[in-house]
């Protein structure tokens, strides 16, 4: 079962939000991959992607704030 490890970045608390429990997030999951909370805008970008990008219909296109990811970036490892 893959687990959750470690946020990445900031927490939303500390990015500024009122609640501290409601916002973009990452997470550094026990397999490897990250696993990402934003708002699903699939239905907005799904026809701007490229011509050589697609998703599965099981997958969903999230926006995260840019605040966000900038502050998770001294959290993703190099390999």
Known sequence: MVT???RIGDS?????SA???TCPDIFELSDGS???IG??????LDPALPAD???AD???IVVVTRETLIRAKT???DA
């Open 19 to 21: 609640s501290g429990q």
């Open 34 to 36: 990250f696993a990402v």
């Open 53 to 55: 990008a697609s998703r």
């Open 75 to 77: 959290d993703i490892p």
């Open 12 to 16: 939303p608390l500390a990015r500024g």
């Open 39 to 44: 708002t699903d805008a699939t239905a907005a």
């Open 58 to 60: 099981h997958e969903r």
């Open 4 to 6: 959750i490890v470690r």
